[in-house]
């Protein structure tokens, strides 16, 4: 996968998330969004990879788990994470593959969506498709989030801004295509500014304003609870 993304990503998962992740203790959605990040970032992907040796070798010590349990073999969340979206979509049949029509069907036919999340987009999308969040800004929501946790694909028009809102729990963001920025305030400082491959986490207590950059911005998203809008300051 190395060599498709000529920039490495500026932000990644913090170390708690990546620690995590290797254990395979990630819920779905946040899962998702670092096996994707890991797409675009060599230097997460050598790290997880270490960690889930680590991992492996910490459990050669405990009792033997029982026989069809995977080894730990650097890309085992990854194939978990695949292998559980097609037992959800096939019953049992091999799923087909994921083309750039099953993309065609949400309009993102045209972008270079990496794995694992170009599968979970194609097999999770729910039915009911685009929703606004926004003016310029959709959403698609995909069903593999325990309520009032939201996972989804964020759409956002050139020059587009979502409006100032509270976090009441964490967001994960991963930056699919173009890049967005927070406007500078008292909460964000400067602002940040976020480019395809970029993973950010956002705490609970995290109050911003987001701006699509020049050519729009494709995300992935993970809420751990639905943002709360804030009144426009008078
Ligand atoms: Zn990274
Ligand atoms: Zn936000």
Known sequence: MSGLYHQPPAH????????????????????????????????CRRDSALLEEVGGVLLADLPPAPADTPAADGDGVLETLLSRIDEGSAEGATPAPVT?????????????????????IARTAVRTGWITLADGIEALRLDIAQPPAVAEILRMRPGSVLPTHRHPDQELI?????????????????????????????????????????????????????????EAEA
């Open 174 to 230: 991963l930056v699919i295509q173009g890049r967005f920025t927070e406007e500078a305030s008292a909460w964000t400082g400067p602002g940040g500014r976020f480019s395809e491959g970029d993973l950010s986490e956002f705490d609970g207590g995290t109050i911003h304003t987001v701006v699509a950059g020049d050519d729009g911005c494709v995300c992935y998203r993970m809420l751990a609870q639905p943002v709360e809008r804030l």
């Open 100 to 120: 750039a029509n099953s993309l065609a069907e949400w309009g993102l036919e045209g972008l270079t969506i990496p794995e694992p999340l170009r599968s979970y």
């Open 12 to 43: 990644h998962p913090p170390e708690d998330i990546l620690v995590s992740y290797a254990a395979g203790s990630l819920r779905e959605p946040e899962a998702l969004a670092v096996a994707t990040h890991l797409a675009y970032c060599p230097a």
